[in-house]
């Protein structure tokens, strides 16, 4: 695997870690590529304090996604999105922070391992979630992915047993990616407990950086789930703002969740 100069990580999980030594809580939104305005909207984020930015390649089938990005993947699809056009728009978007895609299985099986790795490397993306691919299969994907340097960010969930988290956690690059509650993407009035029971667990069998997704909804949220994580993932919220106010309004919003969670 490609590394950071002077470091055994790959980029993003370098830059993670040195910003958690110095007490940084690391924030991560997801924008749905191929949206209108989606470039503007990743350029909003990087200004306003994100520590890297989660672009969304749209599938047909999601399984994990809510209604607000089915929406923004629909709308993305029938505008002629697909994951050859979106990475070459990531090209462009000259933004100082790391970019990570995430991607259903399919995508990546019909390119080829190899080839799809080296297609995201070379549009500058230094990593991938797959959501839909377990640990017993990621193998092939994972030693293409480690190859091309790129970090693939595993998923847990607050069903996984004991036993299961530290063999999700040596195998995730980046950093590791703590499923805050059953059922897919979408806002919700409070921050479920298993997101803090779970990122709990976590934290006592990795050192890799962890971060709470699905389910942080807000601001306040957002500062709740830091107090026991190393950071959030933040997805429909931030899509609702794109598809109702457009990049502007991502912006002001991911300036606020960053004002929050640096209190």
């Known amino acids: 695997m490609s590394t950071a100069p002077n470091t055994p990580y790959g980029v993003m999980e370098t830059e993670f870690r040195a910003k958690r030594a110095v007490g940084r809580k690391l924030l991560v939104p997801y924008i749905t590529g191929g949206y209108p305005g989606w470039q503007d909207a990743v350029r909003a984020c990087a200004a306003a304090g994100a520590d890297a930015i989660e672009i969304g390649i749209p599938f047909s ?26 990475l ?42 797959v959501p839909d691919l377990p640990l017993e299969e990621s193998g092939p994907w994972c030693a293409a992915a480690d190859a091309a340097g790129i970090e693939t960010v595993m998923l847990a969930a607050p069903t996984a047993p004991d036993e299961r988290l530290p063999r999700v956690a040596a195998r995730s690059r980046g950093f590791l990616y703590s499923v805050g509650l059953l059922g897919v993407t979408g806002e919700r009035t409070e921050l ?72």
């Open 192 to 263: 479920a407990a298993t997101a803090a029971a779970l990122a709990v667990r976590l934290k006592a069998v990795t050192d890799v950086p962890v971060l709470i997704g699905v389910g942080v909804s807000n601001a306040a949220q957002a500062k709740e789930a830091v107090q026991v994580a190393d950071g959030v993932v933040m997805g429909a919220s931030v899509v609702r703002r794109l598809i109702e106010g457009g990049a502007d309004a991502v912006g002001e919003y991911i300036a606020e969740v960053r004002r929050a969670i640096d209190e």
């Open 61 to 86: 089938d999601p399984v994990m996604d809510g209604p607000i990005i089915q929406q923004a993947s629909q709308a993305a699809l029938e505008g002629g999105a697909t994951p050859v056009s979106i």
């Open 88 to 129: 070459h728009e990531v090209r462009s978007l000259d933004v100082s922070v790391p970019i990570a895609v995430m991607l259903y299985y399919n995508t990546v099986h019909h390119a080829g391992h190899e080839r799809f790795a080296a297609q995201l490397r070379s549009a500058g993306v230094v990593a991938a979630i």
